[in-house]
Structures are given as structure tokens and as C-alpha cells.
């Protein structure tokens, strides 16, 4: 029988919730109640949400590490995102604990986003500690959903072991946890007590060379390149001869500059890191995640890390427009190539693959919002980029087409339960549920193909008047639906180079919605609205008022003109059909036709009517 040794002075957990159920408002008051800070330290809120996105967004995008000490154990805590589209995140922090707490939302309870990063845990055997968290709620109903988690579980085939979790009651934005709903509470302790009795130390081989498994990967303007993993047996020293194991099993040396530590949110310098701890080490220039990091003379590696296949693709290119180079730092294909390249090193669920265009590529994920995510951040750091409108991946196993299918949970009024099956029964959705609790709200289930939740969130919220909640998680692969229309209206395309013009736009307004203002700069292929109708018009936006010399004083200038909401990045690539581009750069976003002169469009169109 293979020798054990655990490691008694370390804990690693992993805080796992539903978007918004307060994972990383608890973190921050762990940090806080462990003596992390000083009394009077003035220190932000949501310490871990560091990326600028993750707090404009409230929501946590990358799993991210950090270290607390409570009674001389050191507990290493890695905060997950709770969003599905981010799973390859959630499978990289699984893969370096030994256990997890769960954050159910008092009132919300277990939401689809729970189950899907409760199921990854489960399934690697790791115990849960749940926790009910916000019972200061007016609308809490802890014993309810207290039993939906229990359900949870049931559902997800959760051993005897795994089902006898310890519950605690929570107010995370106090820093407040309880044993007993109605017992006092007046801090975190019974937290940090039911970590350090309940969730094991971390076990490894005493026999057994120094191998890590890299989960994570950082960069330091100072040190390079960062791998992040947990050690997995033997210890690592700062002079030892180190090589690491790729995909395809080659070994190759590599060269260590430094050993650091998690202490708090921040890095210290360590001279050696004992089995179990969670290391980063600096210099390590070729690294990718799921190598082995091991010693030159008993090189053996560790099972990499597996994420869910991409379901959701979308076309990268070159921005071409005549604007290009006018707001961004990075236009050419090499810089747009590199990055893309360099995003799949730290992101283990994006796939990058060249097309036939050189100037072009497809990037593969696993949600249309990982994707806006991915060209939100290449636009901070001055790219200039076009994409394409997110599609499916298709898959076709004995000569039978099939897509990916999503099960769609809502939560909205019952007064709009009509309009929202009606959309989703175009969309070849299929009612599995209906739940009503007579409160006024309902929750309905549907089982629904991914295309056909492409471009509905923003229909759905203005269906809903905003009121309506919808959350989905990924099924499998089913047969082919059938064809439906993804937009039941044209674009209105500009013809030519020049500004819009008040006078102009008063009188295109009655043809559809428009997306520019006066003064704005537009160009030919250039998407200006949305046309009322299912067909393009292609018109003119600079036109100017033809002058007489019998005109009223300002009567020229008076025109009003109705407000244009500015365009986002979602909606822009919600709104886009498959012959139509974003344009995006740091200060724009704008909406194209792929093939920008009209007359190449009319040649375009009429090759393909002749095909049909």
C-alpha cells in the first residue's frame, strides 16, 4: 500500500457560488478577521475582483488565490467565477484543493451556475461545506432552500459522504457566520473552525520526487513568465535543477529564477515550499497549463488538467475598415495573432485556429460571453479588431447533425410568461417546468439549442421591463432543431464617407431605430439602424438641406431628434447577422457589413440567389 502523509499546517479550499451570491465579499472579510490588515488599514472592497472588468461588472471573471492564517494552519483560499462561460477557470482552481465551501444566496437559492461548479467538485470527490448566505434577506427562506441544496445533491449523484455536509448560516457582508439559524453570531470563526475540521490537509507521497502541477499562469513586468500550481509531492528548493513535462510528454529543462508564496492577496519570496502549498515560480518562460514541474532525475508526470470542449465559436479579424489606425495602438494581423495566442496560454478553455484569410482567425470558448470579455480586454489595451457574429459549433456523429443545447432557467413576473414562452418556442425552445409559488413570480425551465440564446438576453430584459432573471447551463449535444429566424429586421447602411447630419437623420427616423448621432463619423458598409423592415436600404445620413432664399429664422436647425442608446459590445455582437462585422477599437464600437461597397453586396446577393 502506497505510504500517505498529510500535511496538518496547510488547508486548501476553493469558495464556489452562483454569480452575485457573495463569494468575494466573504473572502474580503476573511482576509479582514484573520489579522490580515492592520485596525486602521483603509482597504478596498472585493479585494480579489482585481481585473478592472470584474469591478465595473460586479462579477468575478478569473479564479484567483490568496492565503489566510487562522490558529498557525495556513488556508489557501481560490476564489471562483460563477459563471458557466468561465468553467475553464472553475476546473483550474478544483485541481489544486482538497475541498470547497458552497454559497447559496438565502432567497435565490441554488441557481444553474451552483449546480454547474458544484457538479465539477462533486465530481472530483472533494467535500462541500455549505453555507446559506444573506439570511438578513427580507425574502429569505433558508429551510427551502436548504432542501433544494439537499436535492442538489441527490441530483448530482453525491456520495453518502458528500451528502453529510455541515451547514452554516452566514450574513457575508457582516462577516458573520452561525451554526444555528437562530443562534448568535459575531464573526467568521465557526467558518474558519468548520475548514480546519472538515476539508483534510493535503496528502501526498513522502517517497514521491517534487512534481507540481502548473493550474495558472501569471506575468510579472520584473520576473516574466509565472506558473502557478499546487505542489503535489516533495519540496521545492530555490537552486534545484528543474524541468517541466508538456503535452506531448517531451521534458525539458528549465530555468528558476525565484520561489514565491500566497500570504494574504500578495506574494512572498520563499526559499523552500512543502507539499501541498500552492507555488509560483517565476522565470519559467515556455510553461503552459497542465505541464509538470519536476526534478531533471526522476522526471514523471502528473494527469493535466481537463476542461469542457468549446461550444461557441466566433471570426477574429483585422479591423478594415477606413477608419483603421485612428484610435487604436495595435492594428496589424501579427499583434492580433500574438495576443490571441498568448490568451490560450492562460485560458485553457479558449482554442485559437488560423483560417484561409491570414489576417483572420477562429477563436473557440465556451460562451458568447467569455468571448465579449475576450475583445472588451483586447480593446483596454488598444487593439483595433472586427468579429463576427458567436456560432455554434456543430457535431455530426453517424451522419446526424447535432448541436449544443442549453437547459435555460427564467424567473420573472407571471404577467410576462406569454411573451417569454412565445419567443422561446420560436426559437425551438421546449418547456421542461413550470413552478409557481404564488407570489407573483414564476420559475420556468426550458431545454433550448445555444444558437437560440444568442442575442435573446437583451430581448428578454425588455419583454421582462428589466424584473426578469434567466440563467442557463449546458446539456450536451442533441439532434438538429431546425432553421429559425435569428432577427426579424434589415440593417440601415450607410453609402458613403462623411459625418451625419441632423437634417438627415430627422428623416430616417421613420424608417427604423437609429444607432448614430449627428457629428458622427460614418463611412460606405458602415450600419447606422436597425430598418424597420426584413430587408437592407442602403442611404445617405450626410445629406444636407437643399437652401432657398425664403426660409423662417432657425427654423433649419430645429430639429429634434429622438435619443440613441449607446452601443455596447453585447448588444453590438447580439445584433450582427452572419454577412455583418464589429468594428471594434479603445474609444468606438460600430456595426459593418462584412463586405463593405453596395455594389459588391448587390453582386454578392445576387450570386447567391442564383445558387438557391
Not at 496560454?345 to 484561409?356: D, F, P, Q, S
Not at 424584473?467 to 439532434?479: D, K, V
Not at 427604423?512 to 448621432?517: A, Q, W
Amino acid at each position: 500500500m502506497k505510504n500517505v502523509a498529510r500535511n496538518e499546517a496547510l488547508r486548501n479550499i476553493a469558495i464556489i457560488a452562483h454569480v452575485d451570491h457573495g463569494k468575494t465579499t466573504l473572502v474580503d472579510h476573511m482576509f479582514r478577521q484573520s489579522g490580515l490588515f492592520r485596525q486602521n488599514q483603509e482597504v478596498t472592497d472585493r479585494i480579489m475582483d482585481s481585473m478592472d472588468l470584474e469591478r465595473e461588472r460586479g462579477i468575478t471573471i478569473a479564479a484567483k488565490n490568496c492565503a489566510v492564517i487562522w490558529n498557525g494552519v495556513k488556508i489557501n483560499i481560490i476564489d471562483t467565477p460563477g459563471h458557466a462561460d468561465f468553467g475553464g477557470e472553475v476546473e483550474r482552481a478544483l485541481s489544486m484543493v482538497d475541498g470547497a465551501v458552497l454559497l447559496v444566496d438565502a432567497s435565490e437559492g441554488p441557481l444553474p451556475q451552483t449546480r454547474f461548479v458544484l457538479k465539477k467538485t462533486l465530481d472530483r470527490g472533494l467535500p462541500v461545506i455549505v453555507a446559506v448566505n444573506k439570511i438578513d434577506r427580507k425574502d429569505a427562506r433558508v429551510e427551502e432552500v436548504l432542501n433544494e441544496i439537499y436535492d442538489l445533491f441527490i441530483d448530482l449523484d453525491a456520495s453518502e459522504e458528500q451528502l453529510e455536509f455541515p451547514v452554516l448560516y452566514a450574513i457575508g457582508r457582516e462577516g458573520i457566520a452561525k451554526r444555528e439559524l437562530d443562534g448568535e453570531g459575531a464573526d467568521l470563526s465557526p467558518l474558519f473552525e468548520t475548514i480546519l475540521a472538515e476539508i483534510p490537509a493535503p496528502s501526498h507521497d513522502p517517497n514521491e520526487p517534487y512534481r507540481m502541477l502548473v493550474s495558472d499562469l501569471g506575468y510579472s513586468e520584473f520576473l516574466g513568465r509565472l506558473a502557478v500550481g499546487r505542489v503535489v509531492s516533495g519540496t521545492a528548493r530555490i537552486n534545484q535543477t528543474l524541468v517541466r513535462i508538456d503535452e506531448e510528454g517531451a521534458v525539458k529543462p528549465l530555468r528558476v529564477t525565484k520561489l514565491q508564496v500566497y500570504e494574504g492577496p500578495k506574494l512572498t519570496e520563499t526559499e523552500a515550499a512543502e507539499p501541498g502549498d500552492i507555488l509560483v515560480i517565476s522565470g519559467v518562460d515556455e510553461v503552459t497549463i497542465g505541464d509538470t514541474i519536476t526534478v531533471a532525475d526522476a522526471p514523471k508526470a502528473l494527469p493535466r488538467i481537463n476542461v469542457d470542449e468549446p461550444t461557441v465559436s466566433m471570426r477574429f479579424a483585422i479591423n478594415t475598415s477606413p477608419f483603421v489606425g485612428r484610435e487604436g495602438k495595435f492594428v496589424q494581423s501579427a499583434k492580433l495573432r500574438e495576443r490571441l495566442y498568448k490568451e490560450t496560454l492562460r485560458n485553457v478553455a479558449i482554442k485559437v485556429e488560423e483560417t484561409e484569410d491570414k489576417d483572420a482567425f477562429t477563436v473557440k470558448g465556451r460562451g458568447e460571453f467569455q468571448m465579449a470579455i475576450i475583445v472588451e480586454t483586447m480593446r483596454r489595451e488598444g487593439f483595433e479588431l472586427s468579429v463576427g457574429r458567436p456560432e455554434v459549433i456543430y457535431k455530426t456523429e453517424g451522419g446526424v447533425r447535432k448541436e449544443p443545447v442549453e437547459h435555460l432557467f427564467i424567473d420573472c413576473d407571471e404577467a410576462f410568461v406569454g411573451v417569454v414562452t412565445e419567443k422561446l418556442s420560436i426559437r425551438k425552445g421546449r418547456m421542461l417546468n413550470l413552478v409557481n409559488h404564488g407570489s407573483g413570480r414564476v420559475r420556468l425551465e426550458f431545454s433550448i439549442p445555444s444558437r437560440g440564446l444568442i442575442g435573446y438576453r437583451d430581448e428578454f430584459l425588455t419583454d421582462t421591463k428589466g424584473t426578469g432573471i434567466m440563467n442557463s447551463i449546458f446539456l450536451g449535444y442533441e439532434e438538429y432543431r431546425g432553421d429559425f429566424p435569428s432577427r426579424f429586421t434589415g440593417s440601415i447602411v450607410c453609402d458613403r464617407e462623411g459625418v451625419g447630419v441632423p437634417y438627415a437623420l430627422f428623416n430616417l427616423e421613420p424608417r427604423g431605430r437609429l444607432f448614430i448621432t449627428p457629428g458622427e463619423p460614418v463611412y460606405e458598409g458602415m450600419i447606422v439602424g436597425e430598418h424597420n423592415r426584413d430587408n437592407d436600404i442602403n442611404v445617405n445620413p450626410c445629406k444636407e438641406k437643399k437652401l432657398t432664399n425664403m426660409r423662417a429664422s432657425g427654423k433649419d436647425e430645429n430639429v429634434i431628434l429622438s435619443p440613441v442608446l449607446p452601443m455596447t459590445l453585447e448588444r453590438a455582437l447580439h445584433f450582427v447577422r452572419e454577412d455583418e462585422m464589429v468594428e471594434v477599437t479603445p474609444l468606438s464600437i460600430r456595426l459593418r457589413k462584412s463586405v463593405l461597397p453596395a455594389k459588391d453586396r448587390h453582386v454578392l446577393d445576387g450570386a447567391k440567389k442564383k445558387d438557391k
